[in-house]
């Protein structure tokens, strides 16, 4: 019999992806709580709108995080239909058979869940790992009480990709926000206002 392995699933935006994510991933696989970490970038978030095109994130995401031990999945991006989390999960299930699945989501997003695309059935294929972000503190009367969740805490660094884009904007310093090689490719291709 194959043992059973523990999947953790980071979905984002990431536009762009920044130093606040590579902390948690590296924090994460540190934990040693899971076997595969998969990161999946959204194709179309359809809560969000991207500021670039999903292969620019893809990329973004794939120089950030080239050196961790993680996959980088393009299922969503390879979809033409919004990125729910749902079919992102039940498309993992079926690629990788009937392992443990756990989605892991900042509070912020966590305090969002009642608006996800079928949270109830999602709730029933995952568990939750929330990751405390500074000023996000996790309200418990905007959770339903059929997610199940754990917290943790991994000393977040306190940045967003909303700080990222303005900071680029403004041509300030990003070199505390974002890896290089995400700064040098934005730069390249004048990406958030930087050129
Ligand atoms: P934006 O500022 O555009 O809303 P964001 O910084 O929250 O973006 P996303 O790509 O939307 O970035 O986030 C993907 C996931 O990572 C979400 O679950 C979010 O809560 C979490 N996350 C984002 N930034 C951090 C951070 N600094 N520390 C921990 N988790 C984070």
């Known amino acids: 019999m194959t043992?059973?392995?523990?999947f953790g699933?980071?979905?984002g935006t990431f536009d762009p992806i920044h130093l606040g994510h590579v902390h948690l991933l590296k924090k994460l696989l540190a934990t040693k709580l899971f076997d595969e970490v998969v990161v999946v970038p959204a194709g179309n978030p359809?809560?969000?709108q991207p500021r670039v095109s999903a292969q620019d994130r893809l990329e973004m995401t794939r120089l950030a995080l080239n050196e961790l031990p993680i996959q980088i999945s393009e299922i969503e991006i390879n979809r033409d239909t919004p990125s729910f989390a749902l079919e992102t999960v039940l498309e993992l299930?079926?690629?990788n058979g009937a392992n443990r699945y756990t989605w892991i989501i900042g509070s912020d997003a966590l305090n969002n869940i009642?608006?996800?695309?079928e949270i109830e059935h999602l709730a029933?294929?995952?568990?939750?790992l929330v990751i405390n972000r500074?000023?996000?503190?996790t309200d418990a009367s905007n959770i339903p009480s059929f997610v199940n969740f754990t917290e943790i805490e991994i000393d977040a660094l306190d940045i967003s990709a909303t700080q990222v884009r303005t900071a680029l904007a403004n041509h300030d310093d990003v070199s505390g926000l974002?890896?290089?090689?995400v700064a040098r490719f934005i730069q390249s291709k004048g990406l958030y206002g930087a050129a």
């Open 3 to 6: 043992a059973i392995k523990r």
């Open 9 to 11: 699933i980071f979905g």
């Open 46 to 48: 359809w809560q969000k």
């Open 93 to 95: 299930k079926n690629t």
């Open 114 to 117: 009642s608006t996800w695309h």
């Open 124 to 128: 029933q294929e995952v568990d939750f």
């Open 134 to 137: 500074p000023n996000a503190k």
């Open 178 to 181: 974002i890896p290089d090689t």
